[in-house]
């Protein structure tokens, strides 16, 4: 492992050295949120209110993080998010993201908008690989992949409902960050001051949405293919194309981007098998709740009838065992892998997940809590959850 990964020691060191790594036109695309940025800073400080009220008198020699979701046991109660793009910022980085999850033995999520391949990612990793689906303006598109992921034997379809259109990222709006994504003048300067990933691109070129190539005309170039993903998507996902992808996917249904308990329990009614309760990590709605503010709203909707699984904000081992006593049965995290990956590929996205299960095992023996089934609201102190309850009835 490089010396600089090595000494990362929290999930903040990884963003440091992946922001060294990538040019601003790139760092900032992983970064950023939209507008003021409010729902992004929301995420992370929502945690903040909450306190872990220490439980001592337990033996907690041993801390069993082992969490059973869908039917599958994994080894800890993390998983990664879907990430776009994750190529840009590491070549061939979303099968190194997978292949780290395989080995940490948690479940990975490739993008929509994966510069990897839905077949070389169930090669790769059969048991821990799951698709997230952007629904294309052409419907068939989405058929057809959900045709795929079936036919490459993946267990889990993950339906993204959070993107109706394009969310004004000012960041990238100001970096020139768009289609086709050509560095002017300024961001060339400024990438020159990372020759690491400079080299990659110019050697490589811009990173192909492979999943997309086989759909569009003139799909040669890696310019022409996102020229063709920018026209089919975002579209509106309606309730109507959820019935419809539920009876052409016999696996396990995953919705990700609910947000009230209404939308929760609509999905339950629809057969859908889990939600990830998720603000898409503050990049979709500025003035959105941060999720952990209506976890448990939805957890009390749904909870015991369906798979309540949550991201956004997570950057701490206490993060996830709050979101976990808060009712997720599950978490994931899409920013701190991508810090590890950028900054040190599939040793770099093992380490943030190392470093979640280092800081989970030491919470949850303060917590007295020697399994995650023994996680629950009991172990948290709060304010204004009366008036969450209160405003977030279903
Ligand atoms: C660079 C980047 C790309 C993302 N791409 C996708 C995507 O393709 N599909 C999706 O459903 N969510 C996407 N997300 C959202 C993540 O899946 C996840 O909801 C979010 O990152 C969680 O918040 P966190 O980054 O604070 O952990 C992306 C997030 C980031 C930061």
Redesign the pocket.
């Known amino acids: 492992m490089p010396a600089q990964l090595d000494a990362a020691i929290n999930i903040e060191d990884l963003r440091k050295l992946a922001k060294r790594r990538l040019p601003k036109i790139a760092y900032d695309?992983?970064e950023g949120g939209l507008e003021d940025e409010d729902g992004l800073a929301r995420?992370e400080d929502a945690f903040r209110r909450y306190r872990l009220v220490p439980r001592y008198g337990v033996d907690v020699t041993t801390i069993d993080q082992t969490t059973t979701l869908f039917g599958r046991t994994y080894s800890g109660p993390v998983g990664i998010?879907?990430?776009?793009?994750a190529g840009l910022f590491r070549r061939g980085g979303d099968l190194m993201l997978a292949e780290a999850a395989k080995a940490a033995n948690v479940p990975f999520i490739m993008?929509?908008?994966s510069t990897g391949l839905i077949e070389d990612l169930a090669r790769l990793a059969p048991e821990h690989g799951w698709y997230?689906l952007?629904i294309a303006k052409d419907r068939k598109i989405s058929e057809d992949m959900v045709r795929r992921a079936r036919d490459a034997g993946l267990s889990t379809l993950v339906i993204?409902v959070d993107v109706p259109t394009n969310s004004k990222r000012e960041r990238n709006l100001r970096n020139g960050f768009g289609r086709p994504l050509k560095l002017g003048v300024r961001m060339k300067l400024e990438a020159c001051r990372h020759p690491g990933w400079l080299a990659e691109y110019l050697r490589l070129g811009p990173p192909m949405f492979s999943n997309w190539q086989r759909y569009a005309p003139n799909g040669t170039t890696a310019d022409a293919v996102a020229d063709f993903v920018t026209a089919q998507m975002p579209t509106p996902v309606t309730w109507q194309d959820i019935e419809t992808f539920r009876r052409a996917w016999p696996g396990t249904l995953v919705i990700?981007?609910i947000m009230h308990p209404a939308d929760a329990t609509r999905a339950l009614a629809m057969g859908v098998d889990g939600i990830m309760v998720?603000n898409?990590?503050?990049?979709q709605l500025d003035r959105a709740p941060a999720p952990i503010e209506v976890l448990p709203t939805i957890h009390a909707a749904v909870g015991d009838k369906m798979t309540v699984m949550y991201?956004?904000?997570?950057r701490r081992g206490s993060d996830a065992v709050t979101a976990l006593c808060l009712g997720a049965k599950y978490v994931?995290?899409?920013?701190?892998t991508?810090y590890g990956v950028t900054a040190g590929g599939c040793a770099g996205a093992t380490k943030a997940l190392a470093i979640f299960k280092d800081e989970i095992e030491r919470v949850m023996m303060h917590l007295g809590a020697p399994n995650i089934k023994s996680l629950g609201p009991h172990l948290l102190m709060w304010k204004d959850e009366e008036d969450l309850r209160r405003n977030m009835r279903p």
């Open positions: 695309f992983i995420n998010a879907p990430t776009g793009l993008s929509g908008t997230q952007y993204t990700k981007g998720s898409h990590g503050g990049r991201d956004s904000g997570i994931f995290v899409g920013r701190p991508l």
